[in-house]
């Protein structure tokens, strides 16, 4: 009989609704419950397409006999964390103090009052490696809490007060200058992998924000060291295991330095954030390889994760069934040389072992190989490459597919209305830009309330219970702003405005012009959660940095542009310290110190050939952070474009910044060289 999670919206927790564990969703009345029962809370965090929460699931909560044991002894609370980032964020940072680690499955015992007095992660059914059993934690807890209940509320008690007292210092509200990004960029070169590409060992992860960042610091200041470090680390990274060789869309993480061997979930805002740094790279250098891989991810996106109504599915399962009826993990993604041959023939599959390093022995478990395109010498013929890669393409859509996390995120598809719309522009795909409006749409329609509040989630065009966060505010608008620009259509800036009016409304610290991560009418926990470190994805505080700034540029609106420039203090703080913790953070203040430039275009109409090849133009600068309003003279789409007469009766486009302005032109060459540094 399902329990009370089969009429959540979560994938995650639907996964959970025939567990024999009467699971509770988060709720006031789970608690009230736990206080009337007089019994602690089993709080168990995860994610649908997490590994060892699947894991987890079927060594304890699928067995009867530990669900009846917790179904006696513990009210147990099921949570998405991508659903409940707040949630996740305030117990991950109290196992992280409480233990120096941190991931997920995420096992957390509470108060009735919600404060945590024992943590943990994976527990197995068995004890191992030095891990008791699942059944041995359960027990000790019961036993503390029913034999030695003061010494638990007091823990409970100094764990809430420790965590109260973390409050971030991030010095002050002054955005960063030359002397920070500097130290910035000479940490990040000592930790980079000049052999392998990236930064740091095992694993590792692709540092999106940190290559947007090092693109737009190269566009400002011509820095070849920081060009190199992005161009070299995308090269290695689209080589590797990591990316899908056949089609397209990046992994979670490399599990070695080489980028061989990948986590092999594929999660939306990964591929949101690396196809646009991959637009970027060929914007700024016009690499052929970039072009393919943000092209290929982009279709990726498209292809495997839109959802019917229009938005994107958050992610695909690492594990698959590898045939015989086990799911095993990169089961979909992995070759050995006699499946290439039942699939090639033997000549083809020769060819093929050789271009996509499959060998004998295997570069992952039982004798199976990661795709990749290593670096040989000699020439293959593309035709017959092109020709392997579709007919493997196609054996490998027979196979048993991943599982799909198909539940919308209002963040992550803000970050992939921003990639689509971009690519869309660049390489004159306008199927990409549509599939941005569509998604857009769906954010418009379906997640944003009366006043403009975001949902977190929907799936399947019904919207889930919880209110956006931060980051949903932030990324919703940053894909606004990027659609307004590509697309000339002004009622998207506007709807980016409402957004960004909430968080200057609700979100920012009046005293320091910190963020915080839930509005402040939001459900209170034990601690307002607040990090700006970026890691996975721009952080919420970062994220409304930037599109604050964006924003400020397209309506000369002075409380945004003041709330980007305080936000930005914490990007002077750690900049220097841990700047691959901040990535997005050195990305926006690139743009700040840039400006960023202002480009109006104005023409007869907007299909004007001449028209849209200024605006063309426009979109293809390099200058970090630079806004682009498209129009008709006397156009009120946008205020940039107010007050821009033609020149001689061309269309014209006018670049200003700080308050200065070029001269305004009709030559395309002569606004490229405006743009680009």
Same mark, same amino acid.
């Given at each position: 009989?399902?329990?009370?999670?089969?009429?959540?919206?979560?994938?995650?927790?639907?996964?959970?609704?025939?567990?024999?564990?009467?699971?509770?969703?988060?709720?006031?009345?789970?608690?009230?419950?736990?206080?009337?029962?007089?019994?602690?809370?089993?709080?168990?965090?995860?994610?649908?397409?997490?590994?060892?929460?699947?894991?987890?699931?079927?060594?304890?909560?699928?067995?009867?006999?530990?669900?009846?044991?917790?179904?006696?002894?513990?009210?147990?609370?099921?949570?998405?964390?991508?659903?409940?980032?707040?949630?996740?964020?305030?117990?991950?940072?109290?196992?992280?103090?409480?233990?120096?680690?941190?991931?997920?499955?995420?096992?957390?015992?509470?108060?009735?009052?919600?404060?945590?007095?024992?943590?943990?992660?994976?527990?197995?059914?068995?004890?191992?490696?030095?891990?008791?059993?699942?059944?041995?934690?359960?027990?000790?807890?019961?036993?503390?809490?029913?034999?030695?209940?003061?010494?638990?509320?007091?823990?409970?008690?100094?764990?809430?007060?420790?965590?109260?007292?973390?409050?971030?210092?991030?010095?002050?509200?002054?955005?960063?200058?030359?002397?920070?990004?500097?130290?910035?960029?000479?940490?990040?070169?000592?930790?980079?992998?000049?052999?392998?590409?990236?930064?740091?060992?095992?694993?590792?992860?692709?540092?999106?924000?940190?290559?947007?960042?090092?693109?737009?610091?190269?566009?400002?200041?011509?820095?070849?060291?920081?060009?190199?470090?992005?161009?070299?680390?995308?090269?290695?990274?689209?080589?590797?295991?990591?990316?899908?060789?056949?089609?397209?869309?990046?992994?979670?993480?490399?599990?070695?330095?080489?980028?061989?061997?990948?986590?092999?979930?594929?999660?939306?805002?990964?591929?949101?954030?690396?196809?646009?740094?991959?637009?970027?790279?060929?914007?700024?250098?016009?690499?052929?390889?970039?072009?393919?891989?943000?092209?290929?991810?982009?279709?990726?996106?498209?292809?495997?994760?839109?959802?019917?109504?229009?938005?994107?599915?958050?992610?695909?399962?690492?594990?698959?069934?590898?045939?015989?009826?086990?799911?095993?993990?990169?089961?979909?993604?992995?070759?050995?040389?006699?499946?290439?041959?039942?699939?090639?023939?033997?000549?083809?599959?020769?060819?093929?072992?050789?271009?996509?390093?499959?060998?004998?022995?295997?570069?992952?478990?039982?004798?199976?190989?990661?795709?990749?395109?290593?670096?040989?010498?000699?020439?293959?013929?593309?035709?017959?490459?092109?020709?392997?890669?579709?007919?493997?393409?196609?054996?490998?859509?027979?196979?048993?597919?991943?599982?799909?996390?198909?539940?919308?995120?209002?963040?992550?598809?803000?970050?992939?209305?921003?990639?689509?719309?971009?690519?869309?522009?660049?390489?004159?795909?306008?199927?990409?830009?549509?599939?941005?409006?569509?998604?857009?749409?769906?954010?418009?329609?379906?997640?944003?309330?009366?006043?403009?509040?975001?949902?977190?989630?929907?799936?399947?065009?019904?919207?889930?219970?919880?209110?956006?966060?931060?980051?949903?505010?932030?990324? +919703?608008?940053?894909?606004?702003?990027?659609?307004?620009?590509?697309?000339?259509?002004?009622?998207?800036?506007?709807?980016?405005?409402?957004?960004?009016?909430? +968080?200057?409304?609700?979100?920012?610290?009046?005293?320091?012009?910190?963020?915080?991560?839930?509005?402040?009418?939001?459900?209170?926990?034990?601690?307002?959660?607040?990090?700006?470190?970026?890691?996975?994805?721009?952080?919420?505080?970062?994220?409304?940095?930037?599109?604050?700034?964006?924003?400020?540029?397209?309506?000369?609106?002075?409380?945004?542009?003041?709330?980007?420039?305080?936000?930005?203090?914490?990007?002077?703080?750690?900049?220097?310290?841990?700047?691959?913790?901040?990535?997005?953070?050195?990305?926006?203040?690139?743009?700040?110190?840039?400006?960023?430039?202002?480009?109006?275009?104005?023409?007869?109409?907007?299909?004007?050939?001449?028209?849209?090849?200024?605006?063309?133009?426009?979109?293809?600068?390099?200058?970090?952070?630079?806004?682009?309003?498209?129009?008709?003279?006397?156009?009120?789409?946008?205020?940039?474009?107010?007050?821009?007469?033609? +020149?001689?009766?061309?269309?014209?486009?006018?670049?200003?910044?700080?308050?200065?302005?070029?001269?305004?032109?009709?030559?395309?060459?002569?606004?490229?060289?405006?743009?680009?540094?």
């Amino acid at each position: 009989m399902p329990n009370r999670l089969a009429q959540e919206t979560s994938p995650y927790l639907l996964q959970h609704a025939d567990n024999p564990v009467d699971w509770w969703p988060w709720s006031a009345e789970a608690f009230d419950e736990a206080r009337s029962s007089g019994k602690p809370v089993l709080l168990s965090v995860g994610y649908s397409s997490c590994h060892w929460c699947h894991v987890m699931a079927r060594e304890s909560f699928e067995d009867r006999r530990t669900a009846d044991y917790l179904n006696e002894h513990f009210v147990n609370i099921k949570v998405d964390r991508e659903e409940r980032p707040d949630v996740d964020a305030v117990y991950m940072e109290a196992v992280q103090a409480a233990t120096g680690q941190g991931g997920w499955p995420m096992t957390v015992f509470l108060t009735a009052a919600g404060e945590p007095f024992y943590f943990g992660t994976y527990f197995p059914p068995a004890p191992r490696h030095g891990m008791p059993s699942f059944r041995q934690v359960l027990e000790g807890v019961h036993s503390a809490w029913t034999e030695r209940r003061d010494e638990v509320d007091e823990v409970a008690g100094k764990i809430v007060r420790d965590l109260a007292g973390r409050e971030i210092s991030y010095g002050d509200t002054q955005s960063p200058g030359e002397e920070e990004i500097a130290r910035a960029l000479l940490g990040l070169t000592r930790e980079y992998d000049a052999q392998r590409g990236g930064f740091g060992g095992a694993p590792k992860f692709p540092p999106s924000m940190v290559i947007e960042f090092l693109l737009r610091h190269h566009a400002r200041t011509g820095s070849e060291g920081a060009l190199q470090m992005a161009q070299d680390t995308c090269e290695r990274m689209a080589r590797g295991g990591i990316y899908d060789q056949l089609g397209g869309g990046f992994a979670r993480y490399s599990v070695d330095r080489d980028w061989t061997v990948p986590h092999f979930e594929k999660m939306l805002y990964d591929n949101a954030l690396l196809c646009r740094v991959y637009a970027h790279l060929w914007r700024a250098t016009g690499s052929e390889l970039a072009r393919r891989v943000a092209l290929e991810t982009a279709d990726f996106m498209v292809r495997e994760l839109r959802t019917n109504e229009g938005g994107f599915a958050s992610a695909l399962d690492a594990d698959s069934d590898d045939g015989s009826g086990r799911h095993v993990e990169g089961a979909y993604y992995v070759w050995t040389p006699r499946q290439l041959a039942e699939v090639l023939g033997e000549q083809d599959a020769a060819l093929a072992a050789a271009h996509f390093g499959v060998t004998e022995e295997g570069t992952f478990e039982e004798g199976a190989s990661v795709l990749q395109l290593p670096q040989q010498e000699g020439v293959f013929d593309a035709e017959k490459i092109a020709s392997v890669r579709a007919r493997l393409l196609a054996a490998r859509a027979e196979r048993p597919a991943p599982g799909r996390d198909d539940k919308v995120v209002a963040a992550w598809n803000g970050l992939a209305v921003a990639a689509l719309a971009e690519t869309g522009a660049y390489f004159d795909r306008p199927d990409l830009v549509e599939a941005a409006v569509s998604a857009a749409d769906l954010l418009v329609r379906l997640h944003l309330d009366e006043h403009a509040r975001p949902a977190r989630t929907s799936r399947d065009g019904r919207v889930g219970a919880h209110a956006g966060v931060l980051e949903d505010y932030a990324d +919703v608008a940053e894909g606004f702003l990027a659609l307004a620009s590509v697309t000339g259509e002004g009622v998207w800036l506007e709807f980016a405005g409402l957004l960004l009016d909430h +968080v200057l409304a609700g979100f920012v610290d009046p005293e320091l012009g910190a963020l915080y991560d839930t509005a402040a009418d939001a459900e209170r926990l034990i601690r307002r959660p607040q990090d700006p470190t970026d890691n996975a994805t721009p952080s919420g505080w970062t994220a409304a940095a930037g599109a604050l700034l964006g924003y400020a540029a397209q309506t000369g609106s002075e409380p945004h542009r003041v709330a980007a420039e305080r936000a930005l203090g914490v990007v002077k703080a750690l900049g220097p310290r841990v700047p691959r913790f901040i990535g997005w953070g050195l990305a926006v203040a690139e743009a700040l110190l840039d400006g960023p430039r202002e480009v109006a275009v104005v023409g007869p109409a907007l299909d004007d050939p001449a028209t849209r090849a200024l605006h063309r133009t426009a979109l293809l600068g390099t200058a970090p952070g630079a806004v682009v309003a498209v129009g008709a003279v006397a156009s009120d789409e946008f205020p940039l474009l107010a007050d821009r007469p033609l +020149v001689g009766g061309e269309p014209t486009a006018y670049v200003c910044r700080n308050f200065t302005c070029d001269a305004p032109t009709t030559d395309p060459e002569r606004l490229r060289g405006a743009l680009n540094g």
